[in-house]
């Protein structure tokens, strides 16, 4: 009983700061949220004014209470039961929570731990990811029981286990890529990531997996692409693909391997991003037989594209990507480390990074929209990805971008939010749980006070700029509440302890941003 007291009171006092607090209230035996306009991940048009009712983690009824510039009566509004919690979000905006399809955890090389990645995506709506390989399976599948359990703040986390990791040997035959498979698939897993293998191997592999009921991700790597592209992938079983390569590949009319040049090294990094922003211009050109015939199979397919416009941004307007406004409070020393010129690190690749490849990127950007526009029109599903913690992408705020930029390709921003939640729980194979605000499904929602379909930018944690009518610059916007499991998280205040741990982190080490060259 002692113990239930003080539960009680810890709980009384969470409510009485809420706003301060990064712990998260709830669930509850009953909330409702009041007064907001639903933009449902559907392709709905918004709603308002709607109250919402959730009991523990399910949605229990979604009410329409009134309509705009007209006062609600009380009498049509449902009722809080005893011991029920309200949350006043009147005039704010409410949508289903984010999917982030290519969302990996941090990594040593970064130095950014769970907890910080974790509280960036919050902070940011997002609460669910998919992670495609990452620090091991067992690293990974830990921190995810955490989440189910909600011992820990954390989206809820799909693990895809990069094939062939934790093998003792490198898989050479089909039998053994099944088995790998099998165990996978033992170990807990959602699914697997490849990178590309001797056709043989990749066959096997994927059938193996489609027999157990799991999914699986591919970035075709150059290393295999020339044998095995996007196509092939899906003619085997692959349910999607990350990023873009393999896909110029499935589309070339008169070559078999891309253009390289006669002293390209893939494991130069500038050689290797440098003429992958050349590829898509050696491919069909849009519109053409083989370019339709292509696409048009792989919708017949089922199949998903992720295409993580964002994470290759910088390859066309470095500038812009590493002077980022929220690198200096949000990007940890180790991590602004990582993003430096380097002969080692991954993405690291500006050994001398200039004009003529910016303008070959952006000929390659115009190309690769237009594919992934025209196959959304065509009725294929595009989800959204961010793939952070590389080229001067950051948790959760790469997110964001990423959305901006399925806007730049040609997506209506109610097109966007559909990628951002249902079409990535179709992806995962949980739309019956997660995607839309539907009577039945989980209680997961993105709630922020400024219009996102108006301006896709009030989602940055840094929110968006505004001048008032009295000709004051404010900012506006950054999400406001994120509800992941019927628990409430105040979004600012996750991010308020980001900026907190960078602040330490940074008086610790005495370090300061500097931009690439420059010392003092």
């Known amino acids: 009983?002692?113990?239930?007291?003080?539960?009680?009171?810890?709980?009384?006092?969470?409510?009485?700061?809420?706003?301060?607090?990064?712990?998260?209230?709830g669930p509850f035996s009953q909330l409702i949220i009041r007064g907001v306009t639903l933009i449902n991940g559907n392709g709905a048009p918004p709603i308002s004014p709607v109250d919402i009712v959730v009991e523990n983690n399910t949605i229990k009824k979604i009410q329409v209470v009134g309509y705009p510039g007209v006062e609600i009566r009380e009498s049509r509004r449902p009722q809080l039961a005893p011991g029920g919690r309200e949350l006043d979000c009147s005039g704010m905006y409410l949508m289903p929570g984010f999917v982030d399809m290519h969302g990996h955890i941090g990594g040593n090389s970064q130095g950014a731990d769970p907890d910080y990645v974790f509280k960036l995506w919050m902070g940011h709506g997002i609460t669910t990811i998919r992670e495609p390989s990452g620090r091991g399976i067992d690293f990974t599948l830990d921190l995810k029981r955490k989440s189910e359990r909600n011992e820990i703040i954390a989206p809820r986390i799909f693990a895809y286990t990069g094939f062939g990791q934790g093998s003792s040997e490198e898989i050479s035959t089909p039998e053994m890529a099944r088995e790998w498979v099998r165990n996978n698939a033992k170990k807990g897993a959602d699914g697997i990531k490849f990178f590309g293998a001797p056709p043989e191997i990749m066959t096997a592999a994927l059938d193996e997996n489609r027999k157990l009921g799991l999914r699986s991700a591919c970035h075709h790597a150059q290393?295999?692409?020339?044998?095995?592209n996007v196509l092939q992938s899906a003619r085997a079983g692959l349910t999607s693909m990350e990023h873009w390569y393999g896909l110029p590949e499935a589309l070339f009319t008169d070559r078999t391997?891309?253009?390289?040049?006669?002293?390209?090294?893939?494991?130069?990094?500038?050689?290797?991003?440098?003429?992958?922003g050349r590829l898509w211009q050696q491919a069909a050109l849009p519109y053409t037989e083989h370019w339709n015939k292509v696409m048009d199979e792989?919708?017949?397919?089922?199949?998903?594209?992720?295409?993580?416009?964002?994470?290759?941004?910088?390859?066309?307007?470095?500038?812009?990507?590493?002077?980022?406004?929220?690198?200096?409070?949000?990007?940890?020393?180790?991590?602004w480390e990582f993003y430096q010129?380097?002969?080692?690190?991954?993405?690291?690749?500006?050994?001398?990074w200039g004009t003529e490849q910016e303008v070959a990127w952006k000929k390659n950007y115009n190309l690769w929209m237009t594919f992934v526009n025209e196959y959304k029109n065509r009725g294929g599903r595009v989800t959204t990805g961010s793939d952070s913690g590389f080229i001067f992408q950051l948790y959760g705020f790469a997110y964001v971008r990423e959305l901006e930029l399925l806007r730049e390709a040609g997506f209506h921003p109610l097109e966007i939010i559909r990628s951002a939640t249902l079409n990535g729980a179709e992806a995962l194979g949980v739309s019956d749980k997660i995607g839309t605000v539907t009577v039945g499904k989980l209680a997961d929602f993105v709630i922020v006070a400024e219009n996102p379909l108006e301006n896709i930018k009030v989602l940055y944690g840094t929110g968006a700029i505004k001048l008032t009518e009295d000709n004051e610059v404010v900012r506006v916007g950054g999400v406001r509440y994120t509800v992941k499991d019927g628990i409430i998280y105040d979004a600012k205040a996750l991010l308020e302890d980001v900026k907190q741990e960078v602040r330490e982190k940074k008086q610790a080490e005495n370090y300061k941003i500097l931009q690439p060259g420059v010392k003092e």
């Not at 009983?1 to 209230?25: E, P």
């Not at 199949?303 to 200096?328: G, K, M, V």
């Not at 002969?343 to 500006?350: L, V």
Request: glycine share 2%; proline share 4%.
């Open 257 to 276: 391997v891309q253009d390289y040049p006669l002293d390209y090294n893939y494991n130069n990094e500038q050689h290797r991003f440098e003429e992958a």
């Open 223 to 228: 290393l295999d692409v020339a044998r095995w």
């Open 298 to 335: 792989l919708i017949s397919l089922d199949f998903t594209l992720d295409p993580t416009f964002n994470i290759y941004e910088a390859s066309r307007d470095l500038q812009r990507a590493r002077r980022a406004e929220w690198h200096e409070e949000y990007t940890l020393p180790s991590l």
């Open 341 to 352: 010129p380097s002969k080692i690190s991954h993405g690291s690749y500006w050994h001398y």
């Open 1 to 25: 009983m002692k113990k239930l007291l003080l539960l009680t009171s810890c709980l009384v006092i969470s409510f009485i700061s809420f706003g301060q607090s990064t712990q998260g209230d």
